[in-house]
């Protein structure tokens, strides 16, 4: 599980990574306080396994004629990727409101 880079102790609790990752925002450490934000490399992890497969199936594989069920499966599929996304993505230090 992510950890802080800050203390490198404290792990981040998977509900605030997914947040942190949908909006591409800040963690704060329970631990050390301190901020941590996503890095760039990462946030392509998280579009490769949120929006991509959400517009290849809504666009391409889809099998349904109902556009509403196309695209409720489509969001399914984001969410059950973006599930993935704390075991893989990589938090760096953030340089700006350090304090
Ligand atoms: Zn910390």
Redesign the pocket.
């Known amino acids: 599980m992510l950890k802080?880079p800050?203390?490198n102790t404290?792990s981040f609790k998977r509900s605030k990574i997914l947040k942190a990752n949908w909006i591409f925002s800040t963690i704060q450490?329970n631990?050390?306080g301190?901020k941590s934000r996503i890095t760039y490399f990462s946030r392509l992890i998280v579009v490769a396994l949120t929006v991509v497969p959400f517009l290849i199936f809504g666009l391409i594989l889809s099998p349904f004629d109902n556009v509403l069920v196309t695209i409720f499966v489509a969001i399914l599929i984001a969410f059950t990727g973006s599930l993935l996304t704390p075991y893989l993505v990589k938090y760096k230090i953030e340089e700006k409101n350090a304090s």
Request: charged fraction near 10%; glycine fraction near 0%; aromatic fraction near 0%.
């Open positions: 802080c800050h203390c404290a450490c631990n050390c301190k």
